[in-house]
């Protein structure tokens, strides 16, 4: 088992591109999160999945994000017509039913995006 | 979610003790207190977490106020690889995991 990874680590766009960023969760995990974190700014919560259902969505996910997990396995977080505002770490997190009872997620390292 | 307050950095010396506090006044009984930090260029990691009792484990210890509305993160001794942000986090036990992140405290630890 090796983690949660995320890719690609790093994205360099310019405005109004889209870009797709994936995280593959630990196995097993029925659990997705996406997260934001701006400079000096703790995580802040995009989304959630389990399994394959999208089952809460942040005010901060605004129409040009989409995130999808098609088979409850990796999940993709999608941003359309970027902005320089969606500069940001992009960070996926998994859990599973157990450990999700007591709050424990696993963060992967995190996909970079800078919006030009 | 109850909100938490911690204070923006704390700094230690390499090897001592580090006690990073954290007041959550308005927690509710539901609530376990949950701690992640965050290595540079890192994404956070699970610490600890409590509900009632003092927790210990081979990363930390946690002390929580008897009447909740307080906890404290305990270091016992502090490595340069402990330099990170330590967040302190509430969340209910209905909840589904979902975490609410604040600002933290920026551990500093100085050989």
């Known amino acids: 088992d090796t983690g949660v990874s995320q890719n690609p680590r790093h994205k360099i766009t310019k405005r109004g591109q889209n870009v797709t960023f994936r995280c593959d969760p630990i196995?097993?995990?029925?659990?997705l999160y996406w997260y934001r974190q701006t400079l000096g700014q703790g995580p802040e919560f995009l989304t959630y999945?389990?399994?394959?259902?999208?089952?809460?969505k942040s005010r901060l996910l605004s129409d040009r994000f989409s995130a999808e997990r098609p088979k409850g396995s990796f999940s993709t977080l999608e941003i359309q017509r970027t902005e320089q505002g969606d500069s940001a770490m992009y960070l996926c997190?998994?859990?599973?039913?157990?450990?999700?009872?007591?709050?424990?997620?696993?963060f992967g390292e995190g996909s970079r995006l800078t919006v030009l | 979610d109850a909100k938490t307050t911690q204070p923006n950095s704390m700094e230690s010396n390499e090897e001592e003790p580090v006690h990073l506090p954290c007041n959550h006044s308005?927690?509710?009984?539901?609530?376990?207190i949950h701690w992640y930090r965050q290595l540079p260029s890192q994404g956070p990691e699970y610490v600890i977490h409590?509900?009632?009792s003092n927790v210990n484990n081979r990363m930390a210890s946690l002390a929580i106020a008897e009447d909740r509305k307080s906890s404290t993160l305990i270091l016992h001794r502090a490595t340069l690889r402990d330099a990170a942000v330590y967040y302190c986090?509430?969340?209910?036990?209905?909840?589904?995991?979902?975490?609410?992140f604040g600002a933290g405290t920026q551990v500093v630890v100085t050989p």
């Open positions: 986090i509430l969340r209910d036990t209905d909840s589904w995991g979902k975490l609410q």
């Open positions: 997190a998994s859990s599973s039913p157990g450990q999700g009872s007591t709050g424990e997620l696993f």
């Open positions: 999945f389990q399994n394959e259902a999208q089952l809460e």
């Open positions: 409590g509900l009632t």
């Open positions: 196995s097993e995990h029925n659990r």
């Open positions: 308005t927690i509710s009984g539901t609530d376990y």
